[in-house]
């Protein structure tokens, strides 16, 4: 007995002894920009792994849009220096030598590796770290033209002929569809919950539903930039934030997000191109008459989580009054009734807002 | 709280499209140290402050020709970089960039024109009047903008937020407005209340025919030329 405990005494010792002289890895299986060696010293600055332009960027582009200079590949070698994973290896020199560490970047481990074996990047499955900060207000401030004629019209008689007047195209100045254009496709799409603590009735069938306008037709929508393209044409270099200024427009978030690009919105049935009586669109005069909101947000995540919603009940009231009457007639008269005119009845199901005054 | 983008002169409405206005809590008295900070402000115009960077007048032309207060007001084309020295130099900057993907180079040497030009032609002017509106960032409870489409144009304060069930408050344009050959900043007073939509009073161009709740500070524009910075 004596001589078995002896042994394994011995075993244990043994075991822990040898473990310490393993490496214990330093990396993630997916890599984190929130660790404190990865956001302090010298990797505070982004550009210690991500060099601007990468040389991929003249390939095509997984989003399909066209190519342009911009980061599109895993650090690999940190700028102005030769060699091979020079971003990494200062650190991660022991890490090499795992298969899972080799993963964070490659389709496979192993020593001979090519530009094949590496993953897509971004890699969309790892989640995003980063919230955007876009202030609305400046942009559109400075997008603003100052449209007042300057010469006061005055009435002279003069000796005048016909003249038709020159063929002049027709100047398109800059606005909201500089970044948001009419979706070419119908985006995922879902309605938003009002944040509410009420737990309102299930939702009853809805008319509004897969085959019905919104669900059929793209045009409903609006597109909003999903790379850096847009945002490049001013801010590439000199205009601050520039594209080698990552924190100017991307803060490091609480916690990684997975989430995927849906449309929510309080009022899905809202056709941006919806044609009127008279056959003439309905809703394209201008943005700023509805969106009332974004005129005055210099936070893009603020007006995002703001439960107000970011087109107000005014905003649609001014035209149709008629229509939104008769819902909160039939609101006030029919029990169990759900709002259906703007809403589906997932929302619809909801208690009035206050929000919903009647002028 | 909603604000008609007008500017009566006489019988004649002026619209005023695109045009930001701010909102101040407290009635004008409160606000009297803002309206005697906005008399006495330094104000930049356009044509002075481009003329102020030596532009060219094919430069000026092409801002005038839209009435755009700077180059990020539509697009640039090739027209126009034929025309306008600034941009052909930014273009030029541009291809010199790109040359070692000369299939590339033409397309961003165009589409990213601005962010080769000079820092005072990229967003100077924009920059210009931030450093106005900063000295009363502070204060500034909420902007709106006026639309660019209605009759008249319209911007509205939203969920104002308000210590009581009504209130006064004082918006102002802060920023010049051109119009002819004078500049105009507006300040006025309304009550807003929880219970009703408030309209803000007619702004107009004549002080003496001004509402009461308003009052306008009036300048006269410097003539600012390409190559002949003086004022009147």
Known sequence: MKY????????????????????????????????????????????????????????????????????????YNAPGTKGRHTTCIGCHASDFFKASFCLGCHTKPGPNLSAKDILAFPNRSHGSQFTTIFPHDAHMDIIASNEIKRDVAVGHFVLASYQAEPDEKKVEFYNCSVCHKTAKTIPPIAARSPVTDQTPPPAQKDTFEKGSECFKIAECFKDVPRNHATCFACHYQRTKPISTDCAGCHKLADKRSFEQFVVKRYSLKFNHEAVGKDGKPAHTIDCMKCHLRVAGSSDLQALKNKPEPEVPYSACSTCHNANLKDDNEKLKNIKGYQCGYCHTTAIGRYPKPDSHIEQ | MTILGRAKSGTTNIPLKKKRFYLFRGDREANKSLIDRLKAANVTLRDCFYCGLKASPEFMAWLKQGECESVHCREITQEDIAKVPEFQTAYQKGLKAFKDKPKFAPIFAQKWLVTNLEPGFRSGFYEA?????????????????????????????????MSAAAEKFVFTNLVPIEIGEKSYVWICEAQVSKEKIATAPVLDIDSSKLNKKCEVIVRDLPVCKAGACELK
């Open chain 1, 4 to 75: 078995w405990s002896r042994l394994v005494l011995i075993s244990l010792a043994a075991v822990v002894f040898t473990g310490s002289f393993l490496n214990v890895s330093k990396a993630q299986k997916i890599f984190s920009h929130t660790t404190p060696k990865h956001r302090e010293g010298k990797y505070s600055d982004c550009n210690v792994c991500h060099s601007l332009p990468t040389g991929n960027w003249v390939l095509q582009r997984a989003d399909k849009d066209d190519p342009f200079p911009d980061v599109r590949d895993n650090p």
């Open chain 2, 129 to 161: 009047r931030k450093t106005l509106i900063k000295n009363f960032q502070k204060d500034i409870v909420q902007t709106a903008m006026t639309d660019n489409s209605g009759n008249p144009p319209r911007g509205y304060f939203i969920n104002i937020p």
